[in-house]
């Protein structure tokens, strides 16, 4: 394959992702939109103080959520790349779990520990202190931080993984202290990061539902998600949905841009979190400090989890796991996992691919990339990474509307929910290959074109080695994602087709709370084990041939 | 990539597995149920009722199972006329108006004498089959004083928290806004922000209040009165009790009706008047916790003795709900939107 060849490919398959995207949410948006019969009314919404209200509080608190999970994500990462203890490996393995977990769940748990009739209201009762109130804002910040806090250290240890070992090396030689390490190494690798995760984490908060509306305590704290949801029911109105939709859709994405543009084009990314030797020596000082920091973060993350362990202890596991209905959801959420992580993993690829190649493609003529493919490759990213504001909920109504005029819709169940999976995971993955892939890009491009290396040869050489461990990492990550998902599933009312988490919540919604409980203990050992299997297989991988 | 195919292959292949059993039996005639899924779990109605109907229908019964009476709704617009439902099971009566209004449903053709519903709902296209009155159902571990009337609640100093569900998403949101306007009318919003001291917070679904009640995080929820039946007989507990307001329970009533394109008219006809017969009736209130709407073959569980008997049943008539939920929401909001 030649030079031009291989870019050609390359773009292809991107446009193909891309208008593979395109037609999947379009699609479903514009099948609501045509049901509905009437047209979109934009200026009807803009004047509506009632979503104005709701439009701003969404905004409002996924800021603060973002600003607070990385306020406290940043020092817990370098404590954590500082600090090394028995069952690290664990710990950054765990803060992986929460996005597995059904929100329900999650929002039980966090009570658990914070609640009126929790851990620490208890103690505090013992000192005659009245009982913790966090409904409202303080609930629902504690949620999201407890949530995406451990996702956005997770982003930054895998920033400080990536420093070159020369850097600690002669960090050391010089006796840098701890300020002037930071300023000059550290920070300049978590910056790189920051945009990704605040991004990220910005759009989880955003399209929170479950979470607002059950700790915020009142109508006061609802999120544009909510009405989405609520025009579509209630009100039945899929025109307003679509309109609402695409509202969050806009406002999101200008925020992101913004956070783009303010942090420098790299997303930042993900890794196994290996640990890199450092070569300065903390003072004891500072090394207390690391731990103390270490043992409050992981502290905050783990004890809603404990509460997960000790509640799902207490159910009848072995007849839960010896159930028909139980095994088979298990089953068919692995495959559904499974095959969406896999779906969104080659989706991600095909757009990052494209977009490494659109940018690298003037690096030749040196100078910049001009204007035109700048706004190309920010497209590619960009799609990449918003799929996740798109609610499921739309996208599955949608392509139930144009599933029964062609074929019977409970067949397709299975496929419609693997797709919207995917795509929904796509921002995960995009964060976690895109680095990786522009690292490879920076270090082997000149090469590989002076040699000849294009096509599949290029891949197996170049971009393979290089991606093998974020890819199966963020596979063990879009499907986690997919495991703890439910939006799309719902729609359908397939008795054959049922998923744990959907077993779970039909447990809790008919008085089954134990049963519910033993079941979240159960996803999460799904979750935690798809995780290792993951990790297993990308080090016997690597350990033949190695990392380049 | 061949791991991919692989895996997708593996998903293709289940996806045939699951959907294969449906096409098998084609010669005896398919009824479709759609219903909620509570119905159709394993412990619900759905499997006793399918296997004692079958028995003499010559027929097969195929539940499909989704999310709440609501989202029954949504589908059969979503579908129009060309839905695969030949019966629906589990509207509620503030659906009702809504439902008719989509043309697609036909006279129900069954004589509805056996039934009374507290309410005094009756229709001659929807069939009551269960109804169940909204109580404040409360955890009496951490209660010893609950307040005795609706009116002591509202006017409570708030340091007994209730956690209730939202209007905007749930059956039972909307059963209390009812509630609240059936019984103070324009005045429901004051009182609606006196009782907001008392409110712990507002959840969008059953599930998330109930689940605070068990917790052990809220003293009371909004519930059923028939939710402590739940836990008396399947966890031998009487740990949450309801109370009894004076000043009268609202009312749900949980219907069923067929569609007017049913390619299987008479089987449907004969579906819902079994829904109503004794025979049915008795496997409703063990299975899906509501009150029987017809004469059961047996008398209630001991449990049914202990539970609320509300001296007085508020309902509203659908038209009205219909006509005024949006600006009652509205006014909801307003009063406890903070």
Known sequence: MTRSGDRAARLALGLAALLFLALFLGGALAALVFQAGTALSFANLLGDAYLRRVALFTLEQAALSTLLSLGAGLPLALALHRTRFFGRGMVLRLFLLPQALPVLVGALAILSVWGRAGVVSQAGAALGLPPLDIYGLPGILIAHVFFNMPLAARLMVSALDEVPAESWKLAGQLSLGPVTTFRVVEWPAIRKAIPGAASLVFMLCVTSFTLVLTLGGGPGATTLEVAIYQALRYDFDPARAVAVALIQLVLTGLVLLAMLRFGGREAGGFSLGRAATRHDRPSPLMHGASLAVVA??????????????????????????????????????????????????????????????????????????????????????????????????????????????????????????????????????????????????????????????????????????????????????????????????????????????????????SYRTADAAGLALLLGALCLALMMIAERGVDAASGKDGRP | MRSMFLSSLALGAAATALVGPATAAETKPTLTVYTYESFVADWGPGPQIKKDFERDCGCTLDF??????????????????????????????????????????????VDTAPVTVPGGFSDDVFVPYDYGWFAVVYDSEQLKNPPASLDALISGDGSQKIAI?????????????????????????????????????????????????????????????????????????????????????????????????SAHGDLAQRFLAFLISPEAQDILPTTNWMMPAAKTASPLPAAFDQLVKPEKTLFLDPETVAKNRRAWTDEWLEALGR
């Open chain 1, 296 to 509: 409050l973060g992981v502290l905050f993350v783990l004890s809603p989890l404990a509460a997960v362990l000790i509640d799902g202890l207490k159910a009848d596991l072995a007849r839960l796991a010896m159930e028909r209905a139980v095994q088979q959801a298990a089953l068919t959420s692995a495959l559904v996992a499974g095959a969406a992580a896999m779906l969104s993993l080659a989706l991600s690829l095909f757009l990052l691919l494209a977009r490494q190649s659109v940018l690298s493609a003037s690096v030749g003529k040196r100078g910049q990339p001009n204007r035109e493919r700048r706004l190309l490759a920010t497209t590619f990213e960009l799609s990449g990474s918003l799929t996740m504001v798109v609610p499921a909920v739309v996208v599955g109504a949608g392509w139930f509307l144009l599933l029964r005029r062609i074929t019977d819709v409970f067949s397709a169940a299975p496929f419609i929910v693997v797709a919207t999976n995917a795509v929904m995971a796509m921002p995960f993955i995009v964060r976690i290959l895109s680095p990786a892939l522009a690292a490879s890009a920076a270090r082997h491009d000149r090469l590989a074109q002076s040699i000849g290396l294009y096509g599949l040869a290029r891949l197996r050489h170049v971009e393979w080695p290089a991606l093998r461990r974020p890819l199966a990492l963020s596979l063990a990550f879009a499907g986690a994602f997919s495991l703890g998902d439910l939006g799309a599933v719902a729609l359908y009312g397939n008795q054959d087709f049922m998923t744990l988490p959907f077993l779970l919540l039909q447990r809790m919604g």
């Open chain 2, 64 to 109: 499909v199972g989704l999310e709440d009476g609501v989202a029954i709704l949504n589908r059969l617009k979503l579908e129009g006329d060309t839905t695969k439902a030949d019966v629906v099971v589990g509207l509620d009566t503030n659906l009702v108006s809504e439902a008719k209004a989509t043309g697609l449903f036909a006279p129900s053709g």
């Open chain 2, 165 to 261: 569900e939202d209007p905007r998403t749930s059956t039972p949101g909307l059963g209390m806004l009812l509630w609240m306007k059936a019984l103070y009318g324009d005045d429901a919003a004051q009182k609606w922000k006196d009782l907001s001291k008392s409110i712990l917070t507002v959840t969008p679904g059953w599930s998330e209040a109930y689940g605070l009640l068990t917790k052990g995080e809220v003293p009371m929820v909004l519930s059923y009165t028939t939710s402590p039946a739940y836990h008396l007989i399947e966890e031998k507990s009487d740990r949450y009790k309801a109370i009894a307001f004076p000043e009268g329970h609202y009312v749900q009533v949980e219907v069923a009706g067929r569609l007017a394109g």
